[in-house]
């Protein structure tokens, strides 16, 4: 194949140095994630890491349950599961539950793997393994988050649909249509033009 040929036509862009882990490391987008060496690192940026005893919250958007949400290997997964995941081990499991009750937490050691028996509120949805689609796809879970021609392109953003784009990995335009924005509204998003006071 081309790949030579590919990469050829997505140069480096620039040279960065990661947001969280101060490494150097070359990007080839601007978009999402750009600022990162790693989805790890991505990742981490969002959760406030306290002591090793008390609650790491997400400090991105949660859903009306208290939980986080990122995007992983293309589908959207609970990010308590993503740090239990990323912390100590992958995981055939369909549960990760809290120990501390804290929906938005992220700190591993109040984390353990379970049934969906073990507790039904804290087992929700989406396990890694399944795609988000049909059922599990975002406008079937969050109706209200994808609103079918209900906003039009003067629509103002809120900061949960700001940290949404821009953990998404979905291209521009697709997010354009889905929060009613014009495609110049993400790429200001993305590259922080606009809304940097968000981090
Ligand atoms: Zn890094
Ligand atoms: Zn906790």
Redesign the pocket.
């Known amino acids: 194949m081309t790949s030579a040929s590919v990469r050829a036509s997505y140069p480096v862009v620039a040279n960065r140095i990661c947001n969280r882990c101060a490494i150097h490391f070359e990007t080839t987008t601007g978009g999402p994630g750009s600022y990162f060496c790693s989805f790890e690192c991505r990742f981490w940026s969002k959760v406030s890491r306290r002591g090793p005893l008390e ?1 790491w919250p997400w400090i991105a958007s949660l859903d009306s349950h208290g939980y986080g949400h990122i995007w992983w290997n293309g589908a959207l997964v609970l990010a308590h599961r993503v740090a239990f995941e990323l912390e100590v081990k992958p995981l055939a499991e369909p549960c990760v539950l ?1 120990e ?1 009750d ?1 929906p938005a ?1 992220c ?1 591993p050691a ?1 984390l353990f793997p379970g049934s969906k028996q073990d507790n039904s509120d804290d087992c929700i949805r989406k396990g890694r393994d399944r795609k988000a689609t049909g059922d599990a796809s975002g406008s079937r879970l969050y109706p209200e988050r994808y609103p079918r021609g209900a906003r039009v392109n003067t629509a103002r953003l809120t900061p949960e649909d700001v940290a949404e784009i821009r953990a998404s990995t979905e291209p521009g335009p697709i997010l354009a249509g889905r929060f009613g924005v014009n495609r110049s509204t993400i790429t200001r998003v993305r590259t922080r033009a606009s809304w940097a006071h968000l981090g």
């Open positions: 609650c809290h501390c804290s937490c700190n109040h």
